[in-house]
């Protein structure tokens, strides 16, 4: 078992590709802490795990410092410690958005593209993106990457040792017309990657990053089909992922199979964005 006797903390893990990575982790042995802002999400998700170390379901709201101090601080106190943290928490829009009419945009945005008839001023995505919208992604996200790495290192440093996944997406790489707020976000992340790995690798904590592309999951579900079909012809793989997909990439990561990895972004992402 590639986790054995490690403790993992997974964010956002009630659901999508955090309940993937939390089921993941939990067969190779880990003792796995599942956090949700909705606990009964969390606890379902651990009522699923299959392995011989069990896990537990805490409810934070990880844009909100205090809320995630105190799960950090239930975590030390009840385990003692905190082996792998992996960053998954996130939402796809922000409250404030005319989701209607950003989503018929959006597919008209995608339509354009594929013709190669990219329009400009009537599409307006950025401009109509509201000051609460902007911010609550950024807070999920970005925030809510940063309140929890800051914890976790507070509890991996002593013991020089530790690694971090943050889910970044495929929006980083290549920025997204359709989500301006969640193309920033998830860039961010990846830059935050970089400079926390640089400056944690004294201590032998590891810091990378995954980008999926589009992966089945409740947030790509109010893709509508046309939106859907549009994404599978642009992917050179002609399908979307499947969650167990970066699960085993977030597997990897956090397993000593990737010991010389740190400061480092994979996507699987079926070839729609190639390095």
């Excluded at 995630?68 to 239930?74: C, D, L, R």
């Excluded at 003692?80 to 950003?102: H, K, S, W, Y």
């Excluded at 354009?112 to 329009?119: F, K, Y």
């Amino acid at each position: 078992m590639k986790l054995k006797d490690k403790v993992a903390l997974v964010t956002g893990g009630g659901s999508g590709l955090g309940r993937a990575i939390a089921l993941r982790f939990a067969e190779e042995g880990a003792h796995v802490v599942v956090n949700e802002l909705r606990l009964e999400a969390a606890q379902q998700t651990v009522s699923l795990l299959k392995g011989p170390a069990g896990g537990r379901a805490v409810h934070a709201d990880v844009a909100d410092s205090a809320q995630v101090k105190a799960m950090f601080a239930t975590i030390e106190r009840e385990i003692g410690t905190l082996d792998i943290l992996v960053n998954n928490a996130g939402i796809a829009a922000g409250p404030g958005d005319d989701r209607l009419e950003i989503g018929k945009k959006s597919e008209t945005l995608i339509m354009e593209l594929m013709s190669g008839q990219h329009g400009q001023s009537h599409l307006d995505i950025t401009q109509n993106l509201s000051d609460e919208s902007w911010r609550q992604m950024l807070a999920v996200h970005v925030d809510g990457t940063f309140f929890c790495t800051r914890e976790a290192l507070r509890l991996m440093s002593p013991k020089n040792r530790g690694v971090i996944v943050n889910i970044s997406s495929v929006a980083a790489l290549t920025g997204l017309e359709i989500v301006p707020h969640y193309s920033a976000a998830k860039g961010a992340i990846l830059a935050f990657t970089r400079a926390v790995a640089r400056d944690a690798a004294s201590h032998g904590i590891r810091v990378n990053a995954i980008c999926p592309g589009y992966i089945d999951t409740p947030m790509t579900e109010r893709m509508s089909p046309l939106v859907r079909a549009a994404v599978i012809a642009r992917t050179p793989l002609h399908r979307t992922g499947e969650p167990h997909e970066v699960a085993a990439t977030a597997l990897f990561l956090a397993s000593d199979d990737s010991s010389f990895f740190t400061g480092q972004w994979l996507s699987p992402n079926g070839g729609l964005f190639i390095a």
